[in-house]
C-alpha cells in the first residue's frame, strides 16, 4: 500500500527540525517528499505545506505527525 500525507506547517522555522527528526527515524518509509511554501512579494513565508509519499508505516508515520500538525492522508 502507498499514502500520500500532506502536512500543514504554520511555522516552518520553529518546526523544521523536530519535523526532520521524524523524517529521518521513517526515512526508508518515505519515497518522497515535497515541500512547498509562498514566496509571497519574493518574501520566504514562515507557513508551507509538505508532501510525503509513504509505501511503509504509514500508520505510524500519520500517528506520529498528527500529534503536531494538521495531517491529512490519501491512501491506494
Known amino acids: 500500500m502507498t499514502a500520500i500525507i500532506g502536512i500543514s506547517v504554520p511555522n516552518r522555522i520553529e518546526e523544521s527540525q523536530k519535523l526532520q527528526e521524524i523524517f529521518t527515524k521513517y526515512g526508508c518509509a518515505i519515497k518522497t517528499r515535497l515541500g512547498l511554501h509562498d514566496m509571497g512579494d519574493y518574501k520566504c ?3 508551507g505545506i509538505i508532501l ?10 500519520y500517528d506520529e ?12
Not at 52 to 61: C, Q, T
Not at 70 to 76: E, G
Request: aromatic share 12%; glycine share 0%; net charge negative.
Open 45 to 47: 513565508l514562515n507557513y
Open 52 to 61: 510525503l509519499e509513504v509505501v511503509d508505516k504509514i500508520n505510524d508515520i
Open 65 to 76: 505527525l498528527s500529534k503536531n500538525w494538521d495531517v491529512q492522508i490519501m491512501k491506494f
